[in-house]
């Protein structure tokens, strides 16, 4: 599995943005897909994740209530939205798949970066 993380951009405090994270191959839906981010100076950090079906959903406390993931497995795509934005928040997001759900580290496949960057 290959993935392809989009939707990079600045935005002010408060602000939202959507994250975009497509897959290649025909077995997508196999795989759970988690969002993980990581600060400058920081280790990386687990953000959300989602099963294979998309029913269940797993969030880090920091962006419980602010952030949703989904997943359209037509379009081979799994989201992040982020609203209610905070300076925190900056990070390079990356996703990653594995075939199990439920897991917040060692993922299996990871996609590159994408540079979310909040300015107060």
């Known amino acids: 599995v290959q993935l392809q993380a989009s939707g990079r951009g600045l935005v002010q405090a408060g602000g939202c943005l959507r994250l975009?994270?497509?897959?290649?191959?025909?077995?997508?839906?196999?795989?759970?897909v988690g969002w993980f981010r990581q600060a400058p100076g920081k280790e990386r950090e687990f953000v959300a994740d989602?099963?294979?079906?998309?029913?269940?959903?797993y969030y880090a406390a920091s962006v419980k209530g602010r952030f949703t993931i989904s997943r359209d497995n037509a379009k081979n795509t799994v989201y992040l939205q982020m609203n209610s934005l905070k300076p925190e928040d900056t990070a390079v997001y990356y996703c990653?798949?594995?075939?199990?759900?439920?897991?917040?580290?060692?993922?299996?496949?990871w996609g590159q970066g994408t540079l979310v960057t909040v300015s107060s």
């Open positions: 990653g798949a594995d075939r199990q759900y439920g897991k917040t580290s060692g993922y299996e496949y």
């Open positions: 975009s994270c497509a897959a290649s191959g025909r077995t997508f839906s196999s795989y759970a």
């Open positions: 989602i099963s294979r079906s998309g029913y269940s959903t």
